[in-house]
Nanobody, 117 residues
Framework: QVQLVESGGGLVQAGGSLRLSCAASGRTFSMFYMAWHRQAPGKEREFVSSIRWSGESTNYADSVKGRFTISRDNAKNTVYLQMNSLKPEDTAFYYC??????????WGQGTQVTVSS
């Protein structure tokens, strides 16, 4: 199994920045990619961004392209989400997700991001 712990959420004004972190432990050698998803009140969980654990492949939702940047530190088994130019519509609970070789998914407990207007 892989355990995930997110951190870095908080309250920020529109236009501000936050950096989320997700630290993985356990069977980290089996990780294929890591991703961030978010869920706003009353809405379904949606994909935000992902990064392969090896190589340079990244993906972003259209709503965050040009504002968010995903990166990783393999030595620390940690993935980051740098969020700039935040908007009130970015307010959500942000979840870290890892998919391992074999297809299993693991999720963190999430961290709240609130952007005030």
């Amino acid at each position: 199994q892989v355990q995930l712990v997110e951190s870095g959420g908080g309250l920020v004004q529109a236009g501000g920045s936050l950096r989320l972190s997700c630290a993985a432990s356990g069977r980290t050698f089996s990780m294929f990619y890591m991703a961030w998803h978010r869920q706003a009140p009353g809405k379904e969980r949606e994909f935000v961004s992902s990064i392969r654990w090896s190589g340079e492949s990244t993906n972003y939702a259209d709503s965050v392209k040009g504002r968010f940047t995903i990166s990783r530190d393999n030595a620390k088994n940690t993935v980051y989400l740098q969020m700039n130019s935040l908007k009130p519509e970015d307010t959500a609970f942000y979840y870290c997700n890892v998919r391992v070789y074999g297809g299993e998914d693991y999720w963190g407990q999430g961290t709240q991001v609130t952007v005030s207007s």
